[in-house]
């Protein structure tokens, strides 16, 4: 009996996501965390009103997805898709964390 739950138990649960249609790699989706992280902190270093700060951020989020080439709701439905699933949410929040150490370490050696 124990070994029948065991056997039950280590089988991993099947993926249920759905595919975006455009997929972006997980790369991808670092590379648009970390310049939205970091147009976060410029906004909240500028001290403006919230009203201020949110339209600031918007129009920074705007320019990095135009640069990055990717349509807001395509990387929404990326962003949704990968966080559902604990690996891939902690792949991406790791990349994102690792890149923006990098920077740090990098502007503090210049």
Same mark, same amino acid.
């Not at 403006?48 to 201020?52: C, T, V």
């Not at 600031?56 to 135009?66: D, S």
């Not at 709701?73 to 604990?86: G, K, L």
């Given at each position: 009996?124990? @070994?029948f @739950?065991?056997?039950c138990?280590s089988e991993k649960p ?8 455009n997929?972006l &790699?997980? *790369?991808q989706?670092?590379?648009? #965390?970390?310049e939205?992280n970091?147009? *976060?902190a410029?906004v &909240?270093?500028?001290n403006?009103? /919230?009203?201020?700060s949110?339209f600031?951020?918007?129009? %920074?989020?705007?320019?990095? #997805?135009?640069k990055?080439?990717? +349509?807001?709701?395509? /990387? ?5 898709? %990968?966080?559902?699933?604990?690996? +891939?949410?902690e792949i991406? %929040?790791?990349?994102?964390? +690792? &890149?923006?150490? @990098?920077r740090?370490?990098?502007k503090?050696?210049d």
């Open positions: 009996m124990l @070994l @739950l065991w056997a138990g099947k993926d249920t996501r759905k595919i975006p249609k997929l &790699s997980k *790369e989706v670092i590379k648009v #965390l970390v939205i970091l147009a *976060e410029m &909240s270093m500028a403006l009103p /919230f009203e201020h949110v600031r951020y918007r129009k %920074y989020e705007r320019h990095i #997805l135009k990055l080439q990717i +349509d807001s709701a395509v /990387f929404m439905e990326n962003y949704h898709y %990968y966080i559902q699933n604990v690996d +891939d949410g991406i %929040y790791r990349g994102v964390q +690792d &890149s923006l150490l @990098l740090q370490a990098h503090n050696i």
